[in-house]
């Protein structure tokens, strides 16, 4: 629980809630809930036309080419025109008008730099990028759904999608995905050497010729099982430990939650596990499943949702089970490595799941990550742990 007399929060976080806080209701019909989404929406309206206008610096050169321009447009002209309306709807609302003038003007603004019909120049250098294109996409697909479903199925009822560091771990979020281009550069690095420096083995060409859903299968089992090595490393060797605890940092979890990662924890976590799936051999479509399934898995466990999935939580790591491993109880540390098959934690005996039970508290005992972004990226550096 926080501490009452300790304001933690980032400065971001403050900022923002003077901004735009206010002591009216945030139920439905307040014109809280339209407010926020119109402020969302027209961030992330703004941010699209600003892609379109700059795609030479703003979007990933490998992506370009995968996007179906006319429903990215349709799409984007749809975000400016909802924004608008649910910052209207605001604006009748509330008495506040902070958060329906916020979401109408920037509506407005995307709209009168072209909205979804800015005119793309046929040919792009290819130079270092920024991935906003990447984050914008992610962030808007990942908040449409795992917003609401945090509303209708929520493990604690009370807990604001603006909880403590929500700031922190949106600019987290912010630069694993803009800086898309050098971490996939760094990541894929150990497996590209590896496999310049193998021959083919004969099990590459076995695995290849496996139906795709087989590949899929074994590529999360091998994932799961090189994910689960390092992650036990990351905590029980002291110095990787002050990395990983800046994941372990967060005092309540949701879907941001899981961003959190220090950027050398994430690059070299997801660089190990790429490793054995290089030398797998898999076929392109299975490989690229798996980094679908991962990318929305990873998302999920750390939700703040509550299903009852029954005996399919002993097969694949629901929101429960990992919200055990961010346990602040003694009992639980070091406990459930896994973050797609519970039942390797109980192969190798780290498993830790009360029935039906759900932790009291999240954290590290003293809160000893700071809660700002910049902090938490020199932590590990300054730390005596
Ligand atoms: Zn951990
Ligand atoms: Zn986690």
Known sequence: MTNPARDDRPALDRWLARAFDDDEPVRFGSGWLSGTASVFLGVMGLLAVTVLWFPEWLSTARFRS??????????????????????????????????????????VLAALLGGGSVELPGSLEARPTLGLDWFVLNLFLLALLFVPLERFFPRRSGQSTFRLGWTTDSVHFFVSHALVQVFS???????????????????????????????????????????????RAFHRVPLLWRFHAVHHSSRDLDWLAGSRLHVLDAVATRALVLVPLQLLGLAQPALHAYLVFVSFHAVFIHANVRFDMGVFERVLVMPRFHHWHHAAADAARDKNFA??????????????????????????????VPEGYLGQLTWPFRAQV
């Open 66 to 107: 995968l996007y179906p321009m006319p429903l990215v447009r349709a799409a984007i002209q749809a975000v400016i025109a909802v924004g608008f309306a649910l910052g209207c709807t605001s604006l009748l609302l509330r008495r506040r008008k902070v958060l329906g003038l916020v979401g109408v003007g920037l509506s």
């Open 185 to 231: 550069f760094l990541i894929l690095l150990p497996a590209v050497t590896v496999s310049r420096f193998f021959e083919p083995l004969p099990l590459m060409a076995r695995v290849h010729a496996l139906p795709l859903i087989v590949q899929f299968v074994v590529a999360v089992l091998v994932a799961d099982l090189a994910q689960y090595a390092v992650h």
């Open 339 to 368: 973050v797609h098959l519970p039942w390797l934690d109980r192969l190798f005996g780290s498993a830790y799941l009360p029935k039906d039970a759900w932790p009291e508290r999240y954290g590290i005992a003293g809160d000893p």
